[in-house]
């Protein structure tokens, strides 16, 4: 869009809403993130019934410092 349209970057960004500094470091993925949502993938194609507490319980031992709310987040995200 910048180049497209002769705009500046703050301009652009102030257009479709973006702060500059996400522009210019995009969110990068990390690795916990993606053996979590794994290990979260698995436990609940094991256990059906199991809702995102009762997953975050099963994981608290694994996975230290990952509250209930995070759980719940990557549950939607990823329903199985």
């Given at each position: 869009m910048?180049?497209?349209?002769?705009l500046?970057?703050r301009h652009?960004?102030?257009?479709?809403?973006?702060?500059?500094?996400s522009y210019r470091?995009?969110?990068?993925?990390?690795?916990l993130?993606?053996?979590?949502?794994e290990?979260i993938?698995?436990?609940a194609l094991?256990?059906?019934r199991?809702?995102?507490?009762?997953?975050?319980d099963m994981?608290?031992?694994?996975?230290p410092?990952v509250?209930?709310?995070?759980?719940?987040?990557?549950?939607?995200?990823?329903?199985s």
């Amino acid at each position: 869009m910048i180049e497209q349209h002769h705009l500046s970057e703050r301009h652009a960004c102030r257009l479709v809403g973006l702060s500059r500094d996400s522009y210019r470091h995009p969110p990068q993925p990390s690795e916990l993130n993606a053996t979590l949502g794994e290990q979260i993938r698995q436990t609940a194609l094991v256990r059906r019934r199991f809702g995102y507490r009762r997953i975050h319980d099963m994981l608290r031992q694994q996975f230290p410092g990952v509250n209930h709310k995070r759980i719940y987040r990557m549950r939607l995200a990823n329903p199985s």
